[in-house]
């Protein structure tokens, strides 16, 4: 299995995906491997199968051009690849984001066009607005941030009202996750 993330400058990993691989390859028994979207290709063993999985949360340039070009380049290596939806198409996933109850999601700013009509769509699923995090007020404080790991989004949302924690760092979202990815061929 190889995890698509979006990864932080210079190919850094937050550490609570990090966390999320080492128990994923604990409860699979089995190799897990994460790319970052801001770091060099992985050297990975020959022809191995593997399944592909983008943990992006929305369908914008990351999920439409890098993540073809990842599995191009795993096919180009003798590698069969099989690629999953990105998280935020999900299901499950979705199930689970409107059953967090937040009165809004924040997302990072995007560009218009296929994100936007999704974050549309993802308002409209959950029944609360999405808002862009750089348009948001000081009543969004208890909003859920639409991002995996912390960033600088999340680092700037923080508040003593509100630790704007990221999805990850919600135990029971973490875990959630976890499940469905275990479950996974």
Known sequence: MLLVVHGHAGGQIPEVLVDLVSEL???????VWMQ???ADP????????LVLVPLLLTPGSHVRSDVPAIRQRLRDQGHRVQVLPFLGAWGPWLEHLRGLAAPAVL???LRPGVADRYLAALSAYVGVPCLSADRSGEGDAAALP???APNRMTA??????????????R???????????????
């Open 25 to 31: 390859v604990r409860g699979r028994q089995a190799p």
């Open 36 to 38: 970052a979207l801001t």
């Open 42 to 49: 992985l050297d990975l063993p020959q022809g191995l199968p």
């Open 107 to 109: 997302h990072h700013p």
């Open 146 to 148: 639409l991002a995996l």
């Open 156 to 169: 700037h949302l923080q508040t003593e009202a509100s630790p704007c924690l990221a999805l990850l760092e």
């Open 171 to 185: 135990p029971a979202t973490r875990q959630f996750l976890l499940n469905l990815l275990l479950d996974l061929p």
